[in-house]
């Protein structure tokens, strides 16, 4: 019998199947053999969340989390995050290989030349209410330039992928200062090609009157970093979105829309606004014994702690809490700084969050930077998805590229009701308050 297989007995009929092994999975197809009889549809796999399901083949992130490891093409997250900029990252990602300089100068040219946006989209953004949330102004506006960009629906044609991924990686920072600008009702900043992807970004973010926008270079090269640690995580609910619409042959700014609307959630990218609100709403050190007991009792949850991958810690966290030091070097230390810490200490030695393996992740530190560099928590999940935009290109360019890929359709358990008789209206029960 050859080792790398399964032996199965479907005990409803005693028949045995061998199942082959391959990359530490079986294929879900195979169990569809397994039936009772010939009218049985066979076997399929139950996996609500897709916890123990590998969706696809990828090559990009490697992530080991009981180990807490982060490798972008099998480079270590530390090494990158110490020695890179963001878009020499984003060729990584993208590419495969980490790019020379001439190839680091070309890609940094392309990318600074899409960065303007048509005008029709500036008065996309008039529309929205003065306070609208800035995630949902950008999810809205990346889609809306899947009418600037037509063409991109040819998301068979390599060199046009190409084209749309340099507009969207070029594009997310403008929109996204477009939409604080907006908040604020400060006029729009235009890019500056003379300055880096992260300094473009603080410059269409907060020049004022000056002539020339002067990034603080300590809070650039912070940036740098954050965006760097944020852009790829494998196949995260926000990654799985961009894949699964993508799968239908949707175009890339409309999937990234829907990636980035998935990413939104508290549960995930959203969670970073949500630490900052809660940290204020403990207020004090000396409030988190109690907010910790309310949490153990089951009233929500410890916002920027737990992982479905990392059950020890978020290799992205250690690095983040690093960088807090140098940006508050500038800044001035954030007080929320001190309940965070205070909550992790306490957490760590808990029972409830250890039994449950429960650590710090990406997004319970990086809130307090930003707040410290002057972001307002609505608009920290946009900085999470302009880097993860790069994520999701990757992983949507491998897709394309994927000799297994097919739309994504899942099956379901039926578990409602059959063949019921058709009631005519006169027949119909009074109605009951509509259940949800
Ligand atoms: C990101 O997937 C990625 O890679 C995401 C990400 C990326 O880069 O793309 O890393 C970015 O999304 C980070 C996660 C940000 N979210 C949060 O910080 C929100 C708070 N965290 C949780 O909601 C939760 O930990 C998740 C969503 C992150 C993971 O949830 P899982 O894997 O589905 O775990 P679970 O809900 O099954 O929890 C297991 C147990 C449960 O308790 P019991 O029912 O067994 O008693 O742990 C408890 C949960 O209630 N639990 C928590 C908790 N997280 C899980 N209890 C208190 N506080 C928490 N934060």
Same mark, same amino acid.
Do not use: C, W
């Given at each position: 019998m050859p080792s790398n297989t399964l032996t199965v007995t479907?005990?409803?009929?005693?028949h045995t199947y061998t199942l082959p092994i391959e990359d530490g999975t079986v294929r879900s197809?195979?169990?569809?053999?397994?039936?009772?009889?010939?009218?049985d549809f066979g076997l399929m796999t139950y996996d609500p969340a897709f916890v123990? $399901?590998?969706s696809c083949r990828s090559s990009i992130t490697f992530i080991d989390g009981e180990r807490g490891i982060l490798e972008y093409r099998g480079y270590p997250i530390e090494a990158l995050a110490e020695h890179c900029n963001f878009l020499e990252v984003a060729y990584l990602l993208l590419f495969g290989e980490l790019p020379n300089e001439a190839q680091l100068k070309d890609w940094r040219t392309e990318i600074t030349h899409h960065t303007m946006l048509h005008e029709t989209t500036r008065k996309f953004l008039d529309?929205?209410?003065?306070?609208?949330?800035p995630m949902s102004m950008l999810v809205s506006t990346v889609a809306a330039l899947s009418t600037v960009y037509?063409?991109?629906?040819?998301?068979?044609d390599p060199a046009n992928r190409l084209l749309q991924v340099k507009r969207l990686i070029a594009k997310m920072p403008t929109l996204a200062a477009m939409a604080n600008r907006y908040n604020v009702g400060l006029p729009y900043v235009y890019p500056d090609n003379d300055l880096s992807y992260a300094e473009n970004f603080m410059n269409m973010l907060w020049k004022m009157v000056e002539p020339k926008y002067a990034a603080n270079p300590v809070l650039a090269r912070a940036l740098d970093i954050l965006f760097i640690l944020h852009a790829d995580h494998e196949q995260n609910c926000s990654t799985n979105a961009m894949r699964s619409v993508g799968?239908?042959?949707?175009?890339p700014y409309l999937s990234v829309a829907a990636a980035a609307a998935a990413l939104s959630g508290p549960l995930h990218g959203g969670a970073n606004e949500q630490v900052l609100k809660m940290l204020d709403e403990i207020g004090?050190?000396?409030?988190v014994p109690a907010y910790i007991r309310r949490i153990k009792e089951g009233h929500g949850k410890l916002m920027g702690f737990g992982h479905r991958v990392y059950?020890?810690?978020?290799p992205r966290a250690k690095i983040i809490k690093w960088t807090a030091e140098k940006v508050f070097e500038v $800044?001035?230390?954030?007080?929320r700084l001190d309940i965070a810490l205070e909550l992790e200490r306490i957490a760590l030695e808990d029972e409830y969050f250890i039994s449950r393996k429960l650590y710090p992740n990406v997004d319970f530190y990086s809130g307090i930077i930003y707040q410290a560099m002057?972001?307002?928590?609505?608009?920290f999940t946009v900085l999470f998805a302009i880097p993860r935009t790069v994520g999701w290109l990757a992983q949507w360019q491998e897709m394309h590229a994927?000799?297994?890929?097919?739309i994504a359709r899942p099956r379901q358990i039926y578990t409602g009701e059959r063949k019921r008789e058709f009631i005519p209206m006169e027949a119909r029960?009074?109605?009951g308050a509509m259940k949800a």
């Open positions: 479907d005990n409803r009929t005693n197809m195979d169990f569809r053999q397994i039936k009772t009889g010939a009218e123990n $399901t590998a529309g929205f209410h003065y306070n609208a949330h037509p063409e991109a629906r040819k998301v068979h799968s239908s042959d949707a175009d004090s050190k000396d409030n059950k020890n810690f978020d $800044t001035g230390r954030n007080p002057g972001f307002k928590p609505e608009f994927d000799a297994d890929l097919k029960k009074a109605a």
